[in-house]
């Protein structure tokens, strides 16, 4: 049996600096800063060219949010895989063969493989503009069963095309019964508010930024958070570089983030899912895995990609400092 599937899309994620982000802008493509944006083909060579040109490419990186999350979850020693679509080419070819995936079943493969050219410009937070190509033809003919009543876990993210909801809905129903199941909506499903209240009904974890906590209940705050919790057990709030807060009926946790010099922030709330994820399911001190979460997810934006993602070394020696501060 598989500890952990992660239901997303996966993308090659193509890393860039750029001096000033005007440079990458074109008439048809509305890039925002510190946004996620999903474009259309048509702009894909053009937007290549201006970054080429302007830019610096840094890192090319397997991507996908929960790819991100079940990769942290194998580093630290559990077996994951992954339900999602890759293209019938050699980007998906080389995205199955550097995956840390124990169980690949769950990836189908047809048309051409999703991208995400993620644009680091000076003095601004990171933007990310998405081609999601086969990632939007999944279907819930593409769900391997087999995969989904085997695992003990299932961590979703957000595809871009608004049949992938259904989809999910669709895997809620065939989890086996003691299986849990945890969701990160991302800004694409945020953006949907209500429509996605019920893919989030149930959910053991619902992790969010303040922002699009909001975007998915229309109020801030405490009211947010209250009427978040009707729906999941436990809500992680992600705060960037403020940290992070959990809350449940019976608790609210917050810590604070790492003090660090960072070099791109892409993936960093999905290495605090995947940490806290890992801690949790062992049943952990709530606190204490919040916190090293939070940590790890700092010192995963010290490097492109994930090439600074924790180890379970790093873990472990990290929750046990946390341990003997609270104690």
Not at 232 to 260: C, F, N, W
């Amino acid at each position: 049996m598989t500890d952990i599937v992660g239901v997303g899309a996966l993308n090659l994620d193509f890393i860039y600096e750029i001096e000033d982000i005007n440079c990458a802008r074109m008439a048809d493509l509305d890039i925002k800063e510190g946004k996620e944006i999903v474009a259309a083909d048509a702009v894909l060579s053009g937007l290549r060219d201006r970054l080429n040109k302007f830019g610096t490419l840094k890192k090319m990186s397997l991507g996908g949010s929960a790819s991100n999350t079940c990769h942290v979850l194998a580093l630290m020693g559990y077996d994951t895989g992954m339900i999602g679509v890759l293209g019938a080419d050699r980007e998906g070819d080389f995205y199955l063969s550097h995956a840390l995936y124990d169980d690949e079943r769950g990836v189908v493969r047809k048309g051409r493989t999703g991208m995400a050219y993620i644009i680091n410009a000076r003095n601004r937070d990171r933007s990310i503009v998405l081609f999601p190509h086969s990632n939007s033809a999944i279907t819930e003919e593409d769900i391997d069963v087999d995969v989904v009543r085997s695992t003990k876990w299932v961590h979703m993210s957000s595809f871009a095309a608004d049949g992938a909801v259904e989809v999910q809905r669709k895997i809620k129903t065939l989890l086996p019964g003691k299986a849990s199941f945890s969701i990160d909506p991302g800004e694409i499903y945020a953006r949907k508010g209500k429509a996605v209240h019920s893919l989030i009904e149930g959910a053991a974890i619902l992790f969010a930024t303040e922002n699009e906590l909001e975007m998915l209940f229309g109020a801030q705050g405490e009211k947010a958070i209250r009427e978040a919790l009707q729906l999941a057990k436990i809500v992680v709030l992600k705060k960037g570089t403020r940290g992070a807060s959990l809350h449940s009926k019976d608790v609210s946790v917050d810590t604070a983030a790492e003090k660090v010099r960072v070099v791109d922030n892409t993936g960093a709330g999905d290495v605090l899912n995947g940490v806290f994820l890992g801690l949790y399911m062992k049943g952990l001190n709530l606190s204490s895995a919040l916190h090293v979460a939070t940590r790890a997810a700092s010192l995963s934006t010290t490097g492109y990609g994930r090439d600074t993602y924790p180890t379970r070394r790093d873990i472990e020696f990290m929750y046990q400092d946390a341990e003997r501060r609270r104690a």
